[in-house]
C-alpha cells in the first residue's frame, strides 16, 4: 500500500500569492527630497542658521567668492549634536549655546563650498559661492 503525502492546502498557496502581488504592487520608489534651496548670504549683515529638529536651517547660504560672510547660528533645540559648529579651515570649535546667538566669520573661498558641521559631522551645511 502506498501512501500519499498530505498536499498543502490551494488556499494557503493563493493567499500567498496574493500577498506577494499586493506587495509588489504597493513597492514604489519613495519621494526624493529636494534640497531646500540656498538662502542667499546678506550684504550688510549676518544670516541666520538656525540649528532645528532637521538640522542647521537653511543648510546652504549662496555669497560672493572671497567676500566676508557673517552666520549667526542659534540652537533652539536641546538635543542635538550640534551643540557646537566646526567651520572648514577654522581651529575654532564654536559652542552654541541654546537659545542664544552666536556670530561666525567666514571668508568664502574663490569657488566651490566652505563647508560646516557639528562635531559628530552627522548635521552639515554649507556656504556655497555663487559665480558674480
Do not use: W, Y
Amino acid at each position: 500500500m502506498s501512501r500519499s503525502r498530505p498536499q498543502p492546502p490551494r488556499i494557503a498557496a493563493s493567499v500567498a500569492a496574493a500577498l506577494l502581488g499586493l506587495l509588489c504592487a504597493c513597492k514604489e520608489e519613495p519621494a526624493k527630497p529636494q534640497a531646500a534651496p540656498a538662502a542667499i548670504a546678506s550684504p550688510s549683515g549676518a544670516t541666520d542658521v538656525a540649528i532645528t529638529d532637521k538640522g542647521f536651517e537653511p543648510a546652504r547660504i549662496q555669497a560672493a567668492a572671497g567676500q566676508p560672510v557673517t552666520l549667526r547660528f542659534t540652537r533652539k533645540v536641546e538635543n542635538t549634536c550640534a551643540d557646537a559648529v566646526l567651520v572648514q579651515g577654522d581651529p575654532v570649535r564654536h559652542v552654541l549655546p541654546l537659545n542664544r546667538a552666536v556670530e561666525v566669520k567666514v571668508t568664502p573661498p574663490a569657488s566651490g563650498e566652505l563647508a560646516f558641521a557639528c562635531p559628530m559631522n552627522m548635521i552639515r551645511g554649507a556656504v556655497v559661492v555663487v559665480p558674480r
